[in-house]
């Protein structure tokens, strides 16, 4: 399953239909797209910073609630990603988590949060030890996050990085410019920027559209 995860009001219904185009034309694996809100009971997760309601998917009943069977991949993007390359290698791996790395440049967490991949029933702890208390006795940069929640509690995870054509535009690894790389397959655009900031580039208004 290929998820993205909506709440507040910072991204509009275009970004959705956009992403689930590019995923569209770069995957061709059978697959399903779901956008996830979250349930009531974590209403309070998206009063804060930190992402937290995506934990949610490694909670196995959630899982099931989704129609999701034990061993199946899980996949969730940023709303914010530009595909720009095939997606089917990227997500034929047999880890139990994998998650994007290497590309902060400030924060010193070598995970990134923009892209990661579950195999459904693994890290369950990730859920069921989360509570803010416990998200914050864990080493952070400017507040607690989930992608510092991760390296927590799974700081042996697999990595995609740049080499595999995914990378974060204009942060570490980023060439000089703003070119696309030849081997990029995602882009993600962490902090306060997004694909709408940069569509006069070609490979933006390229990949980034409906």
Same mark, same amino acid.
């Given at each position: 399953?290929?998820? #993205?995860?909506?709440?507040?009001?910072?991204?509009?219904?275009?970004?959705?239909?956009?992403?689930? +185009?590019?995923? %569209?034309?770069?995957?061709?694996?059978?697959?399903?797209? %779901?956008?996830?809100?979250?349930?009531?009971?974590?209403?309070?997760?998206?009063?804060?910073?930190?992402?937290?309601?995506?934990?949610?998917?490694?909670?196995?009943?959630?899982? +099931?609630?989704?129609?999701?069977?034990?061993?199946?991949?899980? !996949?969730?993007?940023?709303?914010?990603?530009?595909?720009? &390359?095939?997606?089917?290698?990227?997500?034929?791996?047999?880890?139990? *988590? #994998?998650?994007?790395?290497?590309? =902060?440049?400030?924060?010193?967490?070598?995970? =990134?949060?923009?892209? $990661?991949?579950?195999?459904? &029933?693994?890290? +369950?702890?990730? $859920?069921?030890?989360?509570?803010?208390?416990? %998200?914050?006795?864990?080493?952070? *940069?400017?507040?607690?996050?989930?992608?510092?929640?991760?390296?927590?509690?799974?700081?042996?995870?697999? +990595?995609? #990085?740049?080499?595999? &054509? !995914?990378?974060? *535009?204009?942060?570490? =690894?980023?060439?000089?410019?703003?070119?696309?790389?030849? =081997? %990029?397959?995602?882009?993600?655009?962490? &902090? *306060?920027?997004?694909?709408?900031?940069?569509?006069?580039?070609? $490979?933006?208004?390229?990949? $980034?559209?409906?």
């Amino acid at each position: 399953m290929i998820t #993205t995860w909506l709440w507040g009001r910072r991204y509009g219904p275009d970004y959705v239909v956009r992403l689930a +185009a590019g995923v %569209a034309r770069h995957l061709k694996q059978p697959y399903r797209f %779901a956008v996830m809100r979250p349930e009531p009971a974590d209403g309070p997760l998206t009063e804060i910073s930190g992402c937290f309601c995506r934990l949610r998917s490694f909670d196995p009943a959630w899982q +099931a609630r989704q129609g999701i069977a034990e061993g199946d991949r899980l !996949v969730c993007l940023d709303l914010d990603m530009v595909i720009t &390359g095939p997606l089917d290698a990227l997500f034929d791996r047999p880890e139990p *988590f #994998t998650i994007l790395q290497g590309v =902060n440049s400030s924060n010193p967490c070598s995970f =990134n949060g923009s892209l $990661w991949m579950l195999r459904a &029933g693994q890290h +369950a702890e990730v $859920w069921q030890d989360f509570s803010l208390a416990e %998200a914050a006795r864990v080493p952070f *940069f400017q507040f607690p996050d989930d992608q510092a929640w991760f390296a927590a509690k799974i700081p042996h995870a697999a +990595a995609w #990085t740049d080499v595999d &054509g !995914v990378y974060a *535009f204009k942060k570490r =690894n980023w060439p000089k410019g703003d070119a696309l790389p030849s =081997n %990029a397959r995602v882009v993600a655009f962490p &902090g *306060f920027r997004d694909p709408s900031q940069f569509g006069h580039l070609d $490979w933006v208004a390229q990949h $980034w559209r409906a």
